[in-house]
């Protein structure tokens, strides 16, 4: 029951993102996506360390971050990358439950943040952690 709700929700947000108007404000959306995506990469950082998956859901997380300290104008350009990552995020999510509930706090929080329009780039970690999973 709990997969099938996450899965609607989840087709519910790609739905919008496919929707968005390249330009427009999309605070909601944006934040939606960085809550599913900040899971999947803290997921990725905790089970596969320096993998692909983990550096493109952390890329990705920047990117939705970036956009979010640029007021949220919607990027539909990256529309189809944004949805694969999302796509990652909830399926590191149905694989791993008991981390994504270990990391619900932080992905809620800078969620509720970019919905606030007060996240900053360095709430997300930099490129710093990529020399620090090779060590």
Request: aromatic share 4%; charged share 20%.
């Amino acid at each position: 029951m709990a997969t099938n709700r996450m899965r609607n929700h989840l087709r519910t947000v790609g739905i919008e993102l496919f929707m968005t108007s390249d330009g427009e404000t999309a605070r909601g959306l944006v934040s939606h996506l960085a809550w599913i995506v900040g899971i999947g990469a803290e997921i990725a950082a905790n089970t596969a360390p320096g993998s692909d998956l983990a550096r493109r859901q952390h890329a990705m997380l920047r990117n939705l971050v970036q956009i979010a300290t640029e007021g949220c104008a919607w990027r539909a350009a990256l529309a189809e990358q944004i949805w694969t990552a999302a796509q990652e995020g909830h399926d590191l999510m149905v694989r791993h439950p008991t981390l994504g509930l270990a990391v619900l706090a932080g992905a809620d929080h800078l969620a509720a943040r970019v919905a606030a329009g007060d996240v900053c780039i360095s709430d997300v970690a930099g490129a710093e952690i990529y020399r620090e999973a090779a060590h």
